[in-house]
């Protein structure tokens, strides 16, 4: 039997894929005809060529499979089309479960986010919070949260679906959008963050990328189902975030700080550029406003019922620093 894995050419799919071929696995691979193949295929993995749309593609690729993980997502920054984060990130896990359901899946693991447990406000926060805003700061944090309710309709009509939330991911790998932290990583070692956004207080949980594969494999053996597991490492602000960096590396962090107010309006500027031009924003004010926000969450739950492991900022940073100054180069 073979696991399907869609998202498997991203940051933490491409690990995963790379994972299970060193456990023997047979991995069927949803891939689009531009996607970049490198390091992904092989002996062991299987192409199916399509998108999260095409449910032809989806039943011919997880036929056989006894086993999903379903991690592709729309998780940029901006879309030129309004709907886009809605077809990929809800209609796309629909189309995925319909398939898994109709060719016999017998479990899947399906990646979601940390937002959609909602900001810390001050308090750290688990699984079992209750989410403490209606308000949703992006089109990613609500369709997310949105696909989470089609997960348990999808477990009700016998499909057992395991729910991940990783956290800020971070980590040698694919320096891409979804490697955002990596990037700034890089960024600052060669001198070129000298700023921090708004205070540079505001908690973010940030969690090495080899961590939450292991995550990913730790729910699909033991996570229950209809359940969500928050893989998590460390809570830190930004300020703490460039302290340790600038302790691994011996470069001064970041001292000067670009008030809020400033950032707002530099936001709503890249998005009428966008919108305007087409071009790609930089940020826009719904991303600013999710960096300008608490989200301190614990990894409890997944350490407990997964046994799960993380490592501290400290360990990760460390490891990045050196894969970076050794191998890592930003995709074009």
Known sequence: MATFVTGGTGFIGSKLVGRLRQDG????????????????AGEGVEVFYGDLGDLDALRAA?????????????????????????RVNVEGFANVATA????????MVWTSTCLTVGPSNGHVVDESSPRLTDE???????????AEARAAEFVARGLPVVIVNPTRVYGPGRLTEANSATLLVQMFLRGRFPIIPGRGDEIGNYVFVDDVVEGHLAAMARGRVGERYLLAGENASLTEFFQVLSELSGRRPPRFHVPR??????????????????????????????????????????????????RGLREGLAATCDWLAKEGTREP
């Open 261 to 310: 107010w400033l950032i707002r309006r530099y936001s709503h500027i890249e998005l009428w550029r966008a919108r305007l031009f087409g071009s790609y924003p930089l940020i826009t004010p719904g991303w600013m406003a999710t960096f300008l926000t608490d989200w301190a969450v614990s990894n409890r739950k997944a350490v407990t019922e997964l046994g799960c492991t993380f």
């Open 136 to 146: 949703f700061l992006t089109d990613y944090e609500r369709t997310k949260y949105l």
């Open 62 to 86: 997880t036929a056989g499979c006894r086993r999903a993980f379903h991690l592709a997502a729309y998780a940029r920054n901006w879309a030129p089309e309004c709907d886009t984060y809605y």
């Open 25 to 40: 696995e047979i991995v069927h691979l949803l891939a689009r005809k531009t996607s970049d193949l490198t390091g992904v």
């Open 100 to 107: 898994a359901l109709e060719t016999g899946v017998e479990r």
